[in-house]
């Protein structure tokens, strides 16, 4: 039998996991006054963090990456919950986590992706056999932080 026919299509309604790397799409969160402004040179919109903690389905506690490579403006920790998030499609070859839909849950490396659908394939391994994901849509999947 085909391999990717063991996977089951799960879809959920909640899609964050730890140790995931997400980028924050809510604007409002620069002007939460409860989320630590010391140390905060840029605003979090955009800005790219990871999952530490998934507290319920649809809350995580993320850690601010730095903004840039010569800024020391990271470490910014709050709750968010993941309406505030969007995964981040790494480059080809870097480990990925599948959110949602065929092999949710499984690790797997990102082959290619297709811009304009916004889509990838990627690669996982089933019972020890490699099988290629395709189409597989860039908010089912983010880059793997560990």
């Known amino acids: 039998t085909n391999q990717l026919d063991l996977l089951q299509d799960i879809r959920k309604k909640y899609w964050i996991q730890k ?4 980028r924050i799409i809510s604007k409002k969160l620069d002007n939460d006054k409860t989320i630590s402004k010391t140390n905060k040179s840029k605003l979090l919109y955009k800005r790219k963090c990871i999952i530490q903690k998934v507290y319920d389905k649809y809350t995580a506690k993320i850690e601010t990456l730095d903004s840039s490579r ?3 403006d990271g470490g910014v920790i709050f709750k968010v919950d993941q309406d505030d998030l969007e ?5 080809v070859g870097k480990k990925v986590l599948i959110l949602n839909g065929k092999g949710r849950g499984l690790v797997g490396e990102l082959l290619s992706v297709d811009e304009k659908k916004c889509r ?3 690669k996982v391994t089933v019972d020890g056999c490699d099988a290629v994901l395709n189409k597989v849509d860039f908010d089912d999947f983010s880059k793997l932080v560990l």
């Open 19 to 22: 140790d995931i790397l997400v």
């Open 70 to 72: 010569d800024s020391n």
């Open 87 to 91: 995964t981040v499609v790494p480059k």
């Open 120 to 122: 990838g394939s990627l």
